[in-house]
């Protein structure tokens, strides 16, 4: 048996009430949903449509006004002011003046060291001593010999005088007395040489002492008693002259071109907040081929805290420029480079190509491309296209 059922229009007076009801108020909430969503797009043209206008700067303008569909911009003429530059540069701190002293005379077993490292020494003070038993005989050996020499002179005076007293009366010939004589200069002479020896002797002996060539600090040191030593022993200490220090600045080639001698900076060494002002005495003449940098020496009194080998960092005053310093917001960049967009007689906007310089608290310095009189986009730059009409709205600065 086949069964099929038809539902026509008239069947609808068949369906129940509360069916009915609950099929109304389906229809209700769908075209409320609708009607919803309706409103949000709108809603959200409109924000998007106010955020054009805030970064455009200014409010739109009236339909009545003849630049109406112009977007408004705030525009700005900085001038030019005197910015003082610093660099920020890492570096490691050393003596300025490092003096290795070692081995000046023939060595031997050091007998005792009598500084350290961290000590303070001056010119000619004793560092270590090498043991000098054996040349102490020979010196000793070396003075007898000038009591000889000189015993011999004496003897040869003698007996010359004696010719002398002889010869009035022809008991000896004119020539005994020109040997006598020869043998006295011998003599005299053999007493210079025995002392030149024994000088020499005195002064080798004098230089077994390790001395220190100046006054300074010692930074290294690298002996111990009962070593021995000798001209190949290399440095035995590591003086820093006058206890003057300095700091190794690393800084690219446009750095450098930018510092003259004599600029102060300050350094602060690594794991200390404590600033230690110094002074730049000298500019690398060259530039490493690998890193492509330079250094600046620092010129740096003694401290304490500041340690040869420790890494520190330098903020060095590089000068004072006149240069226009714009906002952050008014500078682009892209592939061509940094720019700005200006405002002409004709409230067209121009790209105009700028060169950057340094950041300060105010902006960013333009050393090239601005004269600092043009009325310059100052906010959403990035929305404008070159030779587009804007409405521009001068800004106080």
């Known amino acids: 048996m086949n069964y099929s059922t038809t539902i026509t229009a008239e069947a609808q007076d068949d369906i129940p009430a509360d069916a009915l009801e609950r099929y109304q108020e389906k229809q209700g909430s769908s075209a409320m949903r609708k009607l919803l969503i309706a409103g949000g797009i709108l809603l959200a043209l409109l924000l998007a449509l106010g955020a054009y206008f805030a970064l455009a700067g200014g409010e739109p303008v009236g339909a009545g006004d003849d630049n ?73 050996a070396q003075e007898a010999q000038v009591a000889v020499a000189q015993a011999d002179a004496e003897l040869a005076q003698s007996n010359l005088d004696r010719a002398l007293q002889l010869v009035e009366r022809g008991f000896i010939s004119k020539a005994e007395i020109d040997r006598l004589t020869a043998t006295r200069d011998s003599a005299v002479a053999r007493i210079k040489v025995a002392r030149a020896q024994l000088a020499e002797l005195r002064a080798r002996n004098a230089r077994l002492n390790i001395v220190a060539p100046a006054s300074g600090y010692v930074l290294e040191r690298a002996v111990e008693p009962g070593q021995t030593v000798g001209g190949g022993s290399g440095a035995l200490f590591t003086i820093a002259r006058g206890g003057e220090f300095e700091m190794l600045a690393d800084l690219s ?52 805290e500041l340690r040869p080998g420790g890494f520190a960092t330098a903020t060095i ?81």
Request: negative net charge.
């Open 317 to 397: 005053d590089s000068g004072s420029i006149t240069a226009t310093v714009l906002p952050e917001s008014a500078v682009l960049a892209d592939g061509e480079g940094s720019y700005v967009y200006v405002v002409n007689d004709d409230n067209k906007a121009t790209r105009v190509a700028v060169k950057t310089g340094i950041v300060t608290p105010d902006g960013i310095a333009i050393t090239e491309g601005l004269t600092g009189d043009e009325a310059i986009v100052l906010r959403a730059g990035g929305f404008l296209n070159p030779g587009e009409t804007v409405s521009p709205r001068r800004e106080d600065n």
């Open 253 to 304: 080639e446009p750095q450098l071109a930018s510092l003259s001698v004599g600029v102060s900076a300050s350094v602060v060494p690594a794991g200390s907040e404590k600033s230690f002002s110094g002074q730049v005495w000298q500019i690398s003449p060259i530039v490493d081929e690998r890193t492509r940098q330079g250094a600046a020496r620092i010129a740096l009194s003694y401290q304490p």
């Open 68 to 140: 109406g569909q112009a977007p408004v911009v705030t525009v700005i003429a900085p001038g030019k002011t005197t910015v003082s530059g610093s660099i920020v540069a890492p570096g490691t701190i050393a003596a300025r003046r490092p003096m290795p002293v070692g081995v000046v005379g023939e060595g031997g077993q050091v007998v005792s060291v009598r500084v350290d490292a961290g000590d303070w020494v001056r010119q000619g003070e004793v560092l270590a001593v090498i043991d000098r038993s054996v040349q102490t005989q020979q010196a000793a």
